[in-house]
């Protein structure tokens, strides 16, 4: 098996094992951020990330939990498998010769360019999980034009297609995205190195345990989401954004409006279930990656 296929198969592992840890978590982020802001006088939907969970199981059982599961889940293999074969392909071209380590420097611009190329994905996806996940918070609020039901992923695209603009209504968001994945992935992979490359005491890392392993993934996890969650709250109000009424005509109107409205804390809206969600989750990734990867030679 070619370097490539063994990138490919442990980067779908690594990602399968990242949803089911993290999606729950990614749930209640994207329903705290995309609930709108109260009336004056008026409480929010949600009063926090407990209050979301809670209103979430008693309105739709643990399920609810993991609304919107299926467009990722469809396409983490490729996501996953992208971002990990991009990075692996971009490491092949900055080594001085073939099995030698990487600097710090070099895993994060390994992870740049492995950022741009999982945007093209991670956008029409994260729209339609947007979608399912926000719309039991937007239809709460009683705005025209938002208490629209979806079937499923399948449902949203269908709808998206046919009356967003076609092919182009599902890269809705494609901007903040990329600006998410790219300075995100960077910040992800370096910090990844950087700290096993400390626990190793050396740019050999082959001989860490599984704990440091576990330990690395989660800081960087932590790190990615530390780095960039303002931008990845305005993606997800432009994407569950009502096409015929929209509230932003862009993610620098949307960054304003959410200023002047909610001030800085509109911008980490739904920031502590991202952060609880980054450590384990990505903890469960890169562990997972990594046995697959060693395994396979």
């Known amino acids: 098996m070619g370097d490539i296929a063994k990138d490919l198969f442990s980067g779908t592992v690594g990602g399968a094992a990242q ?5 729950p978590f990614d749930t209640i982020k994207v329903k705290l951020q995309s609930q709108p802001a109260p009336l004056p006088g008026q409480p929010p939907k949600y009063a926090g990330a407990m209050d979301a969970v809670k209103q979430t199981i ?13 467009a990722p889940l469809a396409t983490v293999a490729a996501f996953n498998a992208l971002l990990f074969t991009v990075r692996g392909q971009m490491e092949a071209l900055l080594r001085s010769q073939p099995g030698a380590p990487l600097t710090v420097n070099q895993q994060i611009i390994c992870g740049a360019g492995a950022g741009v190329a999982v945007s093209f994905l991670a956008c029409p996806t994260e729209l339609i999980k947007c ?4 719309q039991s918070a937007l239809a709460g609020s009683g705005q025209v034009g938002v208490t629209v039901k979806y079937g499923g992923p399948v449902d949203v695209a269908k709808r998206v297609l046919r009356s967003e603009g076609g092919l182009r209504g599902l890269f809705k968001g494609l901007v903040p995205t990329m ?4 300075p995100g992935n960077a910040a992800m992979f370096g910090v990844y190195e950087l700290v096993k490359q400390y626990m190793a005491g050396g740019q050999d890392t082959s001989q860490l345990g599984r704990g440091a392993v576990l330990l690395a993934g989660g800081l960087s996890g932590a790190c990615f989401w530390f780095s960039v969650y303002p931008t990845d709250v305005v993606k997800s109000v432009i994407q569950v954004d009502d096409y015929k009424n929209p509230k932003f005509s862009g ?3 949307a960054f304003k409006k959410i200023l002047k409205s909610e001030g800085v804390k509109g911008l980490y809206k739904g920031f502590g279930p991202a952060m609880a969600r980054s450590v384990p989750a990505n903890a469960a990734c890169f562990l997972a990656y990594e046995v697959t990867r060693s395994s396979l030679g």
């Open 19 to 23: 949803l089911i840890c993290g999606h």
């Open 251 to 253: 993610s620098i109107d």
């Open 131 to 134: 979608r399912l996940q926000a």
């Open 179 to 182: 600006a998410r994945e790219v």
């Open 58 to 70: 008693a309105a739709e059982g643990p399920r609810g939990l993991y609304k919107g599961m299926g």
